[in-house]
């Protein structure tokens, strides 16, 4: 078994990263292009900021990756119950239109380390980073617009997040889609002061 932590280091996502390491895959196409193609220069636009853990055996192997990016949970358009789920425990919920958040832009496990724990630890690598007595910034969910698909929703909803709407109809309709339009992603939320209590 491999510990993140102590068997891997965590790196900026860059072009030293991209001309040492192998290519990543994680089995994804999609996810394989961004880190290929596009996470450098979200970074450089300050769109989002990637990441990854390298193995320290042999720092050519990226064993995950993940982008990062503020964002917020709006509460306009939001129906009434999955409003009080997110304003529940939040002293002056009813003043506040939105709650800070930090977007998972893209997150991806090494193909090669699948069903080895990497994906559950990267999640908590990530919840503790933000609710870290050193965080800079406030930040009370974490959010994700998880492809809608069995295994990434199932990762997600297995980590603790759940979605924000309780149906796919609520959702089209907040993002303004036709009623028979399939959804490509879920929306779904994790409260990190669920962590810190």
């Not at 390491?21 to 994680?26: A, E, G, K, L, R």
């Not at 304003?87 to 090669?112: C, E, M, Q, T």
Request: glycine share 6%.
């Amino acid at each position: 078994m491999i510990s993140l932590l102590e068997n891997c280091t965590l790196r900026s996502f860059d072009e030293e990263v991209l001309s040492d390491c192998n290519t990543f895959d994680c089995g994804h196409k999609d996810l394989n292009d961004f880190f290929k193609k596009d996470a450098i220069d979200y970074s450089n636009q300050l769109i989002g900021k990637s990441y990854c853990f390298t193995l320290d055996s042999n720092p050519e192997i990226i064993i995950c990756a993940f982008t990062l990016s503020n964002d917020s949970i709006k509460l306009k358009n939001i129906p009434c119950a999955r409003k009080n789920i997110i304003k529940k425990f939040i002293p002056y919920g009813k003043h506040i239109k939105s709650y800070p958040a930090v977007l998972i832009g893209r997150l991806g496990v090494n193909k090669d380390y699948l069903s080895m724990g990497i994906g559950k630890q990267l999640m908590d690598f990530i919840k503790a980073w933000f609710i870290n007595k050193n965080n800079k910034t406030g930040c009370r969910f974490i959010v994700v617009d998880a492809y809608n698909e069995k295994t990434p929703l199932n990762y997600y909803i297995k980590n603790g997040f759940v979605t924000l709407f309780s149906s796919d109809d609520q959702e089209r309709k907040y993002y303004g889609k036709k009623d028979a339009e399939p959804l490509k992603t879920k929306f779904l939320f994790f409260d990190l002061i669920t962590l810190s209590q």
